[in-house]
């Protein structure tokens, strides 16, 4: 798959906000730290497509990006973020909620994890929310020009023994190393095409 055009769509603050719309989506979900900015920046070969921040818990909303005008890229509020009321969590959290639930063209969810640490508990709710709903995803560890690259594998081995999955559901990325894209994207490709076969069965 190759990205030739993207644009930003809406956001939206509430389930009723959310749009309607026939095309697939991806959704992006991650602690608020995590890179997903730079991530759907990344994939969108468009530095300035997702706003990007050095202070945690910007993105408070779900933001929608037209891909290729094949598919929507969601960017979901991120959690874990400690500097915001328990109301302002708990709004975040419904909003991350209803979405993964309710949202009919959902196809994959981009997992994203910091390979230099410890997945934290707040991850561990992420990842067993995803697997006890059925929903697919792929767990993509980010930041891993910030390791040595002979430890990379090894990251990525423990983040796979943590999580119980395969290794091969655990992708690394760098967007400052320009690595990790081409396979992150081939996924895509496959998760987008094995759907359209399946939604066109009688």
């Known amino acids: 798959m190759i990205i030739k ?3 930003f769509i809406t956001s939206a603050g509430s389930g009723k906000d959310r749009i309607v719309s ?3 989506q991806i959704a992006v979900v991650g602690k608020s730290n995590v890179g997903k900015s730079s991530f759907i920046n990344y994939l969108a070969n468009d530095s300035k497509l997702a706003r990007t921040s050095k202070q945690p818990g910007r993105t408070r909303l779900i933001n929608y990006f037209l891909f290729n005008e094949d598919f929507i890229l969601t960017d979901l509020p991120g959690y874990g973020f400690a500097k915001v009321s328990r109301d302002e969590k708990k709004k975040w959290a419904s909003l991350i909620e209803d979405y993964l639930n309710e949202e009919p063209n959902l ?3 981009c997992f994203l994890v910091d390979i230099r640490h410890e ?5 561990k709710t992420m990842y067993n929310y995803l697997f006890q709903c059925g929903i697919p995803f792929l767990i993509i ?9 002979s430890k990379v594998k090894n990251q990525l081995r423990h983040l796979a023994s943590v999580f119980k999955v395969g290794v091969d ?8 190393e320009k690595r990790g894209k081409e396979e992150i994207l081939q996924k895509f490709e496959q998760i987008l095409t094995a759907t359209a076969y399946t939604d066109e069965e009688p």
């Open 5 to 7: 055009k993207t644009s």
């Open 119 to 123: 997945p934290t508990d707040d991850d």
């Open 22 to 24: 026939d095309l697939p």
């Open 107 to 109: 196809k994959l969810v």
């Open 169 to 176: 559901n655990v992708m690394s990325v760098s967007s400052t």
């Open 141 to 149: 560890a980010t930041k891993s020009d910030k390791i040595a690259k």
